[in-house]
């Protein structure tokens, strides 16, 4: 969608290169080949030769002589001699009659010299000059010298984005605020017999892959306006002031085009927070105050619409998201189930599948996926089709893309001795039958031992009928005692522990640890906050905002919640030990098994209990 020239050698990148071979030439090549004529020879042949009456030419140089024969066929040799103290030199040059102080060579015309010397170089210099001012006007984007930070804002107009908000599948709302915003620039006279003010901007937050970009550019296709797109890191420049005279020029190309759009891409990068930390950038805050400044300058009538896009909304300036610039933040979220759906569905619309597809079940095991991990997922079931040799996509190749893109591929030849493979069966099964024991908790999907890429070497798929909003505090340790049932079965079944419950124990952590910290669900600490989160789209971290003392009493209290449900594990394992050994003997004989394989045999061996006891 957006152009690029191709950038060709202008035609004094060619000329400097002639002059440079050119002054190689005569600079290094001539002189060596004169050179080549000349013959070293030292000062007792010269002697001899000169006694002998060969010799008919001398000269003196500075520090050799040089004198000139004539060989056999009568060609003229030039030898050189290393000059000696010798002061009868001119004497014996007379008595053999040679012309001496003769210049053998000639020299090169006093124009040429000084047309080598001196004009030569200072043409170099200044072609070299010239080239340098050009391609840095290039990166500044402007024609001549004197107009630096000429913007290079792309134009995007309607058809070329070649995305519609039919491409964007879920995020109803996201698309019904800025419908309405390219609405506005459609016909703002419906807007304005009201009264009511274009909003001047909008900011498009939310965690990476959920379509911010997607629907920036779904605006674009909407809206029959221009567009203009940028991206924040195409502000900052090495030197201080270029991004604001971007920043400048943007503007003023907007509001001569107006109505239309402005689109800033990750503008984190230059709204950052403004602080008097040591590593304040002068550069970005010169261009976020002149950003702030144009946001402020221009008319809102006028209809220019300032989008921007961002997941690191916390770090934001808050002078740039006060109304009046930014008034307006759509959320852009992960999608939920339904929408999920959608998102598959959008994007198989150009792949062949096969009819009997159920989005559903695949929706369904992707809580959690953003919609561009869906869009990946489906792109992988189609190579996996291809690679398979079918022509449709089948249900089994989107359950395997989903694991995938979860926990890699399958390392099909990784080395694992049969005892390690026993010790991952009951692992997973130990995971499987605590989370099947306890109420309120997600039914087993899938039980596998196949080693992925992630390096997992076996994994216990939970799948919930529909996407959870609230979790109880009972769900929460539910949840942290299946976790630790990995752990559970091997000590109870090998007497000793592996080190293949590490994810366990960070996940456990974690859970354990935001009861504590943030769900206020420990015994002691009630409804009190004793952790912030920044940076919550992205990964979000921690800090605590408590004392050393309360600290400590955290970590105490996290480790009662874990060890709790180590215990409840532990037990639940013990009263199923049976069923325990069935099911890890079934899964390493079958090394994947389904959730509802699983569960039959777990009802099974209930019947059987329940028949055994008269
Ligand atoms: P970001 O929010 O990080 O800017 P993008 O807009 O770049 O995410 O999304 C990346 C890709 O993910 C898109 O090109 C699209 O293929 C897919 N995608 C993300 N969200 C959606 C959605 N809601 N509907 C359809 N496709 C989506
Ligand atoms: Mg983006
Ligand atoms: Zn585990």
């Known amino acids: 969608m957006q152009e690029q020239k191709t950038p060709k050698k202008p035609l004094i990148f060619y000329t400097i290169l002639v002059l440079i071979i050119l002054l190689v030439l005569n600079m290094v090549v001539v002189p060596m080949l004169m050179r080549a004529q000349i013959r070293e020879a030292d000062y007792s042949s010269f002697l001899a030769d000169l006694k002998a009456g ?3 030419q001398v000269q003196q140089q500075d520090d050799q002589i040089l004198y000139l024969e004539k060989d056999e066929n009568g060609r003229e040799i030039i030898y050189a001699a290393g000059l000696m103290n010798d002061p009868q030199l001119v004497t014996r040059l007379e008595e053999a009659g040679v012309t001496f102080g003769a210049v053998v060579q000639e020299e090169m015309s006093p124009f040429v010299s000084f047309l080598l010397t001196w004009i030569l170089p200072i043409v170099i210099f200044a072609v070299i000059g010239q080239l340098m001012m050009r391609s840095l006007q290039k990166r500044m984007g402007g024609p001549n010298a004197m107009t630096f930070g000429k913007s290079n804002a792309k134009i995007y107009v309607q058809a070329q984005t070649g995305k519609t908000f039919a491409d964007v599948a879920g995020e109803d709302e996201a698309k019904e605020a800025l419908t309405e915003i390219v609405d506005f620039l459609h016909e703002p006279s419906k807007y304005q017999k009201i009264g009511a003010v274009l909003p001047k901007g909008a900011l498009l937050v939310g965690p990476p892959g959920t379509g911010k970009t997607l629907l ?15 991206s924040g890191s195409e502000f900052v420049e090495m030197f201080v002031g270029m991004g604001a005279a971007k920043v400048r020029d943007l503007f003023k190309q907007a509001q001569e085009k107006a109505p239309c759009i402005v689109f800033i891409d990750e503008i984190d990068t230059i709204g950052k927070r403004r602080d008097n930390a040591l590593s304040s950038n002068d550069e970005r805050e010169q261009t976020l105050n002149q950003l702030l400044t144009e946001m402020d300058g221009f008319d809102g009538k006028k209809g220019v619409v300032i989008l921007g896009a961002t997941n690191r909304p916390d770090s934001l300036d808050p002078a740039l998201l006060r109304p009046g610039r930014f008034d307006r933040r759509i959320p852009v979220e992960l999608p939920d189930l339904n929408g999920r ?5 959008v994007h198989s619309r150009e792949v062949q599948m096969e009819d009997q597809v159920d989005f559903t079940a695949i929706a369904r095991a992707t809580s959690g996926a953003s919609g561009a991990q869906l869009a990946n997922i489906i792109n992988e079931a189609a190579l996996r089709a291809v690679r398979m040799g079918r022509t449709q996509v089948n249900q089994s190749d989107l359950e395997e893309s989903v694991e995938v893109v979860i926990a890699g591929y399958q390392r099909k030849n990784a080395v694992i001795t049969p005892k390690e493979k026993e010790i991952v069966a009951y692992h997973e099964i130990g995971h499987a039958l605590v989370a099947a024991r306890q109420s309120e908790s997600a039914p087993v999907h899938k039980i596998t031992i196949i080693p992925r890429t992630s390096g997992a070497l076996g994994y216990t798929m939970q799948v919930d009928e529909t996407d959870r909003v609230l979790m109880t505090k009972e769900e929460l340790f539910n949840r942290i005692a299946t976790l630790t049932g990995g752990r559970a079965a091997e ?13 366990d124990i960070e996940q456990a952590t974690k859970l354990a640890r935001s009861m504590v910290t943030r769900l206020g669900m420990s015994a002691s600490f009630d409804m009190m906050a ?5 940076n919550q789209y992205l990964g979000g971290d921690a800090s605590l905002t ?8 955290i970590d105490d209290e996290v480790l009662t919640i874990i060890q709790k449900a180590h215990e409840k594990a532990i037990s639940i394992l013990k009263e199923n030990n049976e069923v325990l050994h069935k099911l890890a003997h079934y899964l390493l004989e079958k090394e994947t098994i389904t959730g509802e394989e699983f569960m039959d045999i777990l009802n099974a061996s209930q019947q059987a209990a329940v028949c055994l006891e008269p």
């Open 530 to 534: 004793l952790e912030t989160v920044s």
């Open 216 to 230: 920036a550019k779904a605006v674009a296709g909407e809206a029959d306006v221009p567009f203009f797109s940028i």
């Open 546 to 553: 408590c004392s050393a003392q309360t600290a400590a009493r």
């Open 54 to 56: 060969k010799i008919e």
């Open 491 to 503: 000590e109870l079944i090998f007497g000793t522990f592996t080190s293949g419950a590490s994810n």
């Open 341 to 345: 759906k959608a998102i598959l569905q």
